[in-house]
């Protein structure tokens, strides 16, 4: 049996609630490890980690999203007031928005889409790189990237994607803004506002964000590796040799 079958099964053979559980579980923890060490909140560190205690006991994906999406609104509520420090010749030309970090969800779709404000433009940008590489590295250990275990399937969306790359969002992406915000103002030329509010990235810097890709590859290969192998691990098969019961790991090299 294929990859790709093992997965389709796992909804109905509780795989995909166990695996949803451990990228959840990987996300949290890099969550409170963030809220701690660079926000210096350890309030929130501590909330998050308790919700990541409670997740053992969630018995269906929708317990998984529900403590997932609390966890959210503590760790995105500390980077409410993270200064956002521009260029002493910018300063007063960006608007009062554009000096903190604000609220992770945007006025103008009351969702992550269609920031409002600089950082928030940058989260989203290096998001869609992570999602393309968590789509490539779902497709290069045979699963199929649009059906996914913890995120609904809609048209248009690469379900199993977006499951991969919660692991690497605050470890990754997350950690990365949010020292560049500590240690480097923002330059206004790398930024416009369209007539609706929303803010985009403008000059040369969308394409030395796109040289970050390898990084988040790198942060994706053992994630795509993981979700392969627990997914294959699920379906019985005949145990023969243990070159059957292993599955290569084309990603780290590590087998």
Same mark, same amino acid.
């Given at each position: 049996?294929?990859?790709?079958?093992?997965?389709?099964? +796992?909804?109905? &053979?509780?795989?995909?609630?166990? $695996?949803? @559980?451990e990228? $959840?579980?990987? @996300? /949290?923890?890099?969550?409170?490890? /963030? +809220?701690?060490?660079? %926000?210096?909140?350890a309030?929130?560190?501590?909330?998050?980690?308790? !919700?990541?205690?409670?997740?053992?006991?969630g018995? *269906?994906?929708?317990?998984?999203? /529900?403590i997932?999406?609390?966890?959210?609104r503590?760790?995105?509520?500390?980077? *409410? #007031?993270?200064?956002?420090?521009?260029?002493?010749?910018d300063?007063?030309?960006?608007?009062?928005?554009? @000096?903190? !970090?604000?609220?992770?969800i *945007?006025?103008?779709?009351?969702?992550?889409?269609?920031?409002? &404000?600089?950082?928030?433009?940058?989260?989203? !940008?290096?998001?869609?790189?992570?999602?393309?590489? +968590?789509?490539?590295?779902?497709?290069?250990?045979?699963?199929?990237?649009?059906?996914? !275990?913890?995120?609904?399937?809609?048209? &248009?969306? #690469?379900?199993?994607?977006?499951?991969?790359?919660?692991?690497?969002?605050?470890?990754?992406?997350?950690?990365?803004? %949010? &020292?560049?915000?500590?240690?480097?103002?923002?330059?206004?030329? #790398?930024?416009?506002?369209?007539?609706?509010?929303?803010?985009?990235?403008?000059s040369?810097?969308? $394409? @030395?964000?796109?040289?970050? *890709?390898?990084?988040?590859?790198?942060?994706?290969?053992?994630v +795509?590796?993981?979700?392969?192998?627990?997914?294959?691990?699920?379906?019985s098969?005949?145990?023969s040799?243990?070159?059957?019961?292993?599955?290569?790991?084309?990603?780290?090299?590590?087998?």
């Amino acid at each position: 049996m294929s990859v790709g079958r093992a997965q389709a099964l +796992a909804l109905g &053979n509780g795989t995909a609630l166990k $695996i949803s @559980k451990e990228l $959840i579980s990987q @996300k /949290l923890a890099g969550q409170e490890l /963030l +809220a701690r060490d660079m %926000l210096h909140d350890a309030a929130t560190a501590d909330a998050v980690a308790q !919700f990541r205690d409670e997740l053992p006991n969630g018995e *269906s994906i929708e317990a998984v999203r /529900l403590i997932e999406a609390q966890a959210a609104r503590c760790y995105w509520q500390s980077w *409410s #007031d993270v200064p956002i420090c521009w260029p002493r010749t910018d300063e007063r030309r960006v608007p009062d928005h554009w @000096k903190r !970090f604000g609220s992770r969800i *945007s006025p103008l779709t009351h969702s992550p889409r269609l920031a409002a &404000n600089p950082p928030n433009a940058l989260l989203n !940008f290096l998001y869609e790189i992570l999602e393309s590489e +968590a789509r490539l590295s779902a497709v290069a250990m045979g699963l199929d990237p649009a059906i996914g !275990f913890l995120h609904v399937d809609t048209p &248009n969306r #690469d379900s199993l994607a977006c499951d991969l790359m919660e692991v690497c969002r605050p470890r990754g992406v997350d950690a990365f803004v %949010l &020292n560049w915000l500590h240690t480097e103002p923002l330059r206004r030329s #790398d930024f416009w506002e369209d007539r609706n509010g929303n803010c985009r990235i403008a000059s040369s810097l969308p $394409i @030395k964000l796109c040289e970050t *890709s390898e990084t988040w590859r790198r942060l994706m290969a053992p994630v +795509a590796e993981y979700v392969a192998q627990a997914t294959w691990a699920s379906v019985s098969r005949p145990l023969s040799t243990v070159a059957s019961r292993r599955m290569a790991t084309r990603l780290t090299q590590r087998n």
